[in-house]
């Protein structure tokens, strides 16, 4: 009788060690920026970066021997669903979050995760106070508004300073940051905007502001804000017979800025790092994306990149816990997509490397 009870206990907790392992098999992470809304393009991107990576990842064995498992939180780029979607990931367990998109959603975010002990790793957002506050887990792949614009300004300068130039801005973190750092670097060249003025995002009549841009003689419009709203200015400002060169950031980086702006877009100019998609060190991923009909524009390789560093830190580390693969990350060199990505004590990346592209015909290629 004692024989079958212990027996029978045997088999119980084996059964229940069993139906335990693949839990404790698993590490979460999570995805998080635009699933839905007007900036859903971005979502999409960081999406499916994110899934190619856990893929990949998982085929190679995982981490620490554990497969990865990833969640999925939608801000549409709003502050307030930002915190809202932090506070939802840090409740399930996640370890690292690759986002947010908006600055104005990462910016928020990180305090959650700081306060949460999440490490967060944004692909996209560029604003410079994200990684001024001293968070111990806030770290980006990406450059900073006040190095695209130095970029932006200085080009500006050396080719449109003898034209009229509107720059404009949605109020947002990243829109009025770029436009800040961008007209800032112009001024200190010599040059000074014949307008400086501010737009409401999400509208879909811009016919006063471009009348206002007309009456002004505006040659060169540059606009801070997102694909969207600089689509539709450019499309209309066309309309009313502008023949403005527009300028914008990295939020351009999308193909739906052709679908809003049509043909008006042509010429249309933006800046944004050297093409990832052209880095020997994507060419794997890359072919992985292009076999399956996929196209990692934008911010697709970048999401990669941020999970791919934050893996290898985490072996490094021996540990998937946030503040050991956080000061792991702070220490090392990171092969990834992008090429290798080195943080300073901020969490930014070390090199920057922006460019400008030109839009023709549909699609976008370094100038």
Known sequence: MFRRTLLGATVALGAALAAAAPASAQIKIGVAGPMTGEYAA????????????????NKAGGVLGQQLTLEVGDDACDPKQAVSVANQLASKGVKMVAGHFCSSSSIPASKVYGEEGV?????ASTNPTLTETGNWGTFRVCGRDDQQGLVAGNYMAEHFGKQKIAILHDNSAYGKGLADETKKALNAKGVTETLYTAYTPKERDYSALVSRLKQAGIEVIYVGGYHTESGLILRQAKEQGMKATLIGGDALVTNEFWQIAGEAGNGTMMTFASDPRKRPTAAAVVKEFNDKKEDPEGYVLYTYAAIQAW??????AGAADPKKVAEALHNGTWATVLGPVTFDKKGDVTVSDYVFYLWKDGKYAEM
């Open 311 to 316: 893996a290898d830190a985490a072996k490094k």
């Open 119 to 123: 490490l967060q790793i944004s692909p």
């Open 42 to 57: 971005f979502g999409a991107q960081m999406k499916l970066g994110a899934e190619q990576a856990v893929a990949d990842i």
